[in-house]
């Protein structure tokens, strides 16, 4: 069975999308998603997202890593389908409902409330999300946000002379995380902007990490380190990030749609 995808990319983290919203696919493995996600002899992607029928919203996001793990949400990915739907939708996913419009260029998504709570992160035991008593070398004592997803964010001088391969996956991994978490390393420049690079659970590190934009973006709004609207800068590029204490997060920036090609289904299954 020969199956359509669309290549995508929001800032250069980049997808490939199945749309089974119509044409019903078979069930897809983690195997499945890694070998399809694989650079080398797959398509090639940071995450393969799956487009399906739902009766809570217009359509189902499914996302997964590179890795074949599936994951709450994704915020570049949520841009690049808005984009590709071409109209205002609402969109379930496992992290919540979102709402996305498409804009000249890419898309403006709503992504929900964050959530500080540290069992909502989650973490293994309590403490103060917003300045952790935890270190790892160089980077100590993080914030916590989930916004869909469990992120943990470290402001630094410069997020450049960070070892991010190499503390990125110990951060990951650490007991303190029972689903894992993304590590963000961020350096404040202004009230309006901040410097952000991102080491994404399951994926690696990355050009770009939309709920890591919102969630550091929220984290440096709490500690009154900026005013909304904040420009987030990561390595592919800007997003827009607007947050009030208690309301939602709002997302804007660019998406691509690369090509579109087929691929035979048993070849990965």
Known sequence: ?????????????????????????PAISA???????????GL????????????KADFRMRIFNHDGGEVEACGNATRAVAMLHGEEASIETAGGLLRASPTKGGASVDMGEPRF?????PLEYAMDTSAMPVSWEMLDNPGAVNVGNPHAIFFVENTDVVPLDRLGPEIENDPLFPERVNVNVATVED????????????????????TGACAT?????RRKLVDSPVTVSLPG????????????IRMTGPA???FRGTFEWDDYA
């Open 1 to 25: 069975m020969r199956v359509g995808f669309t290549k995508m990319h929001g800032l250069g983290n980049d997808f490939v999308v199945l749309d089974a919203r119509a044409n019903t696919l």
């Open 31 to 41: 195997q499945m998603a890694a070998a399809l996600a694989d650079r080398n002899t």
């Open 44 to 55: 090639g992607c940071d995450q393969l997202i799956l487009l399906e029928p739902s009766d």
């Open 117 to 121: 709570d540290w069992d909502a992160i």
């Open 191 to 210: 009230r309006n902007s901040i410097r952000l690079r991102v080491w994404e659970r399951g994926a690696g590190l990355t050009r770009a990490c939309g």
């Open 217 to 221: 973006a929220v984290h440096a709004m």
């Open 237 to 248: 590029g800007d997003l827009e990030i607007e947050w009030q204490a208690g309301g939602s």
């Open 256 to 258: 691509t749609e690369s």
